[in-house]
């Protein structure tokens, strides 16, 4: 089976914001990755969260340096980092458009002059995913900051 990634939308800040949010994710594809690069007031977690969903429906376990971190109960996957220097994360989520099942995100977050974070999240409802927001937990994201979603088509 060959898979093919079809841009869906990007956007590049151009002042400073607080979150970024693609919507309109159209249910057509099998899967989703998202690419973020850029940068956020302090160095700190950054939230994921689908369809506004500001409920404690989100999990995470993610491994970084020599420790690991759980969290249940979550208003949104936070695994990816930002800091002042550029981040780059790539965010696979599996059957987004599935409404039976609950949708899994796996990550990998890192900032070359820090730290690297890998993990897997969990977003316990079984609506499709038709927006995704990027939640800054310190600051704002910064000018410049780019977030670009791909769909995947099975051939």
Not at 14 to 34: E, M, Y
Not at 93 to 108: D, F, H, P, Q, W
Not at 122 to 131: G, P, Q
């Amino acid at each position: 089976m060959s898979t093919t990634y079809e841009p869906i939308a990007t956007t590049t800040l151009g002042t400073a914001a607080a979150s970024i949010t693609l919507s309109s994710i159209p249910s057509t594809f099998t899967d989703l990755v998202i690419i973020f690069t850029g940068t956020q007031g302090a160095f700190d977690n950054t939230g994921l969260r689908f369809n506004g969903d500001t409920g404690s429906n989100y999990s995470k376990t993610m491994v970084y340096d020599a420790n690991s971190n759980r969290g249940t109960n979550d208003t949104s996957i936070r695994i990816m980092i930002a800091g002042t220097t550029i981040n780059s994360t790539i965010w696979q989520i599996m059957n987004y458009a599935n409404s039976t099942t609950y949708k899994t995100a796996l990550c990998r977050s890192g900032i070359a002059s820090d730290q690297v974070r890998m993990g897997v999240g969990l977003w316990r409802s079984t609506s499709a995913i038709n927006e995704v927001t990027f939640l800054a937990e310190s600051g704002n994201f910064g000018t410049g900051t780019t977030v670009s979603i791909y769909g995947i088509k099975a051939a």
